[in-house]
Structure formats: structure tokens, C-alpha cells
């Protein structure tokens, strides 16, 4: 079992709409956990990072974390041709530091 | 620019060659990370520096990889005996610590091919 878990898609999404990310973890003791967005031929860019239960909100971007179910989303409200990329979702418990293998979405014009 | 730096972009090297790979961090960031990510992948965690102390090596880091951060300010990694399975994008990230705080900023990586 992996780590960090991710549907790798291609999740495909209307411009305008909402897309929703998922991301489960195996290690119950993580303590952070971070977005990351990642264009084709380039280097991971943080978009969120969350700390404790409930939802984090950045502009068009909402995190949710629920550690009891060990279940981390990213949604995106008003999708754009831009958002079009790989989403990474990261895990870390102190020294151990776990990326999933990213969904990559797709924001059709 | 006050980014991540890594140097070089690009490396093309003959199997059983060694490799150097520099990696220069956000000035004020204290944490240095090393990741390889192949493609469809996510990166995979090679190793971790506070300062200039190593406190973790992935498991999966053969002795042929070595890393270092002298001074506690770049970071070097090196591939004695390159194989074609180090072909790979190796990406380097800094952080500034906290006690949770690991918003790690990643470098644009270095492109490694083995031929």
C-alpha cells in the first residue's frame, strides 16, 4: 500500500466549475499536509497547505482535511483553462516527507 | 530571483560516469530536501537536511547516491556509477522550519539522462 493515494485521472472538468481532488493517507501520525500543482515539464509549485480538521480557504482554492478518515481534498471553485495540470497531494510526519502520484486535471474552454 | 537554484538544468551522462548535482535554497530557509520524480510519478524523498546535519535517507537511497550541505547553505548530491535507472528528474526544495511548518518550495530540477 502506498502512502499517499490519488486517482491519477485525467479528471475533466467544464470551465467555470467546481473540481474536487482527493487524496487518502496510510500513516495515521502525518501532521501536515500540502496541494501542490505541477505543469507538465516543470517543478512542483504549493498551492495549500493544511494543518488540523475542517476546511482551508485561498481564493478560488478550499482544502479539507479529515485526519479520523485520513482523507484530504482540494476543491476549485471557478476552474480555468490555467488550472489544466498535475495535483499533487504531500504528507509529512516529522522526518517523513510522502507525495502521491497526482491527478491530473483537465479544464475543458 | 530568490527561488531555489539548481544546477545544471540538464545532464546527459555515459552509464557508470559520476554526477554532481548543486542545489542553492531560499536564503532564510533552514531545511534542504532532495526528491527524484520519473515521470507519472510523484517525487519520491531521497533525503533531508536541517542546517548542515542529514537527519534522514530514504531507504531506498543506494550507497552510490551521497549528499551533503557543508555549511549548512547549498546542497550537493552525487551519483557514483550513474545506471540507466537514475534517469530522472531530481528536484531539490527548501523550508524554513516550525514545529509543523514544511511548505517546501521547490527549484525548477535538474534533468538527468543516463545513456
Known amino acids: ?109 | 530571483d530568490t527561488g531555489v537554484s539548481q544546477n545544471p538544468r540538464h545532464k546527459i551522462t555515459k552509464r557508470g560516469q559520476n554526477v554532481t548535482f548543486r542545489c542553492d535554497p531560499i536564503s532564510e530557509h533552514n531545511r534542504l530536501y532532495w526528491y527524484r520524480q520519473t515521470l507519472g510519478q510523484g517525487p519520491e524523498f531521497l533525503t533531508y537536511f536541517q542546517n548542515e546535519a542529514q537527519l534522514e535517507k530514504s531507504r531506498l537511497l543506494s550507497d552510490r547516491f551521497s549528499a551533503e550541505r557543508p555549511k549548512g547553505s547549498f546542497s550537493t548530491l552525487e551519483i557514483q556509477r550513474t545506471e540507466q535507472g537514475d534517469s530522472a528528474m531530481y528536484l531539490c526544495a527548501s523550508s524554513f522550519g516550525g514545529s509543523f511548518s514544511y511548505e517546501q518550495y521547490f527549484g525548477p530540477g535538474t534533468r538527468l539522462t543516463v545513456t
Open chain 1, 1 to 109: 500500500q502506498k502512502e499517499v493515494e490519488q486517482n491519477s485521472g485525467p479528471l475533466s472538468v467544464p470551465e467555470g466549475a467546481i473540481a474536487s481532488l482527493n487524496c487518502t493517507y496510510s500513516d495515521r501520525g502525518s501532521q501536515s499536509f500540502f496541494w501542490y500543482r505541477q505543469y507538465s515539464g516543470k517543478s512542483p509549485e504549493l498551492i495549500m497547505s493544511i494543518y488540523s480538521n475542517g476546511d482551508k480557504e485561498d481564493g478560488r482554492f478550499t482544502a479539507q482535511l479529515n485526519k479520523a478518515s485520513q482523507y484530504v481534498s482540494l476543491l476549485i471553485r471557478d476552474s480555468q483553462p490555467s488550472d489544466s495540470a498535475t495535483y499533487l497531494c504531500a504528507v509529512t510526519n516529522f522526518n517523513k516527507f510522502y507525495f502521491g502520484s497526482g491527478t491530473k486535471l483537465n479544464v475543458k474552454p
